[in-house]
């Protein structure tokens, strides 16, 4: 009798690896996630996004627009991006499951961190922290720094007025940063999209006039 009861033992656990296995091989496949298509040059506003994409491990095609050569003024561009700036990018698998485009490399990283629940706390006070000093940099530091690195380097002919202008702002920025920064690894609490969106600035103080090191 004991044996009898062990082999109806066995063959209960054989059914039950039988009906675990028939429902692993109809569960339904996951989704395949569809690339991000990325209208890219390699700018410090061009890198926020791609470090972003990188560190969510999103698929991406990464496609250029050569803004030497005013691509940014391409009819079907402007369609995507109608400010003639990049990033910009196509997520085909948008809100709803429909594609949808996103211009400014701010309103993209919040986009990205929406969708993928990275580097974007959902907290509201949290996100709050995330937000102005995103904004800082967007309505700050890129900026300043884009007129420190153009007057400096780039304008046909040196004006003194400009080049003191905004390399004394980009002064007093960084050292707004560098006060945040003083007792903390990061600008809001973990690493987020607020420093995805300084560092690619940081990284060309020397063509602002700054001594950062």
Not at 103 to 111: D, K, P
Not at 150 to 163: N, T
Not at 191 to 204: L, P, T
Request: proline content about 8%.
């Amino acid at each position: 009798m004991a044996r009898a009861k062990v082999k109806r033992k066995a063959v209960g656990a054989t059914k039950s690896a039988r009906k675990r296995k028939t429902a692993r091989t109809t569960a339904r496949p996951r989704a395949r996630q569809h690339p991000i298509d990325l209208y890219y040059w390699p700018t410090p506003n061009g890198w926020k996004i791609s470090i972003m994409l990188e560190e969510c491990r999103l698929p991406y095609r990464m496609i250029p627009v050569n803004i030497a050569a005013g691509e940014q003024f391409d009819p079907d561009f402007l369609k995507i991006s109608p400010n003639n700036r990049m990033p910009a990018i196509v997520d085909p698998d948008g809100p709803g499951g429909r594609s949808i485009s996103v211009f400014e490399s701010g309103a993209i990283l919040q986009y990205l961190g929406r969708k993928t629940g990275k580097f974007y706390p959902v907290d509201e006070r949290k996100r709050t922290e995330v937000d102005q000093w995103l904004m800082w940099q967007m309505g700050g530091l890129g900026p300043m720094a884009g007129q420190a690195h153009h007057f400096r380097l780039y304008a046909p002919e040196k004006i003194p007025y400009a080049i003191d202008r905004y390399t004394n702002e980009c002064n007093r920025l960084y050292g707004i940063m560098n006060k945040r920064l003083a007792d903390r690894p990061f600008l809001a609490g973990a690493y987020s999209i607020a420093d995805m969106a300084c560092v690619g600035w940081a990284s060309r103080y020397e063509r602002q006039g700054q001594d950062i090191r």
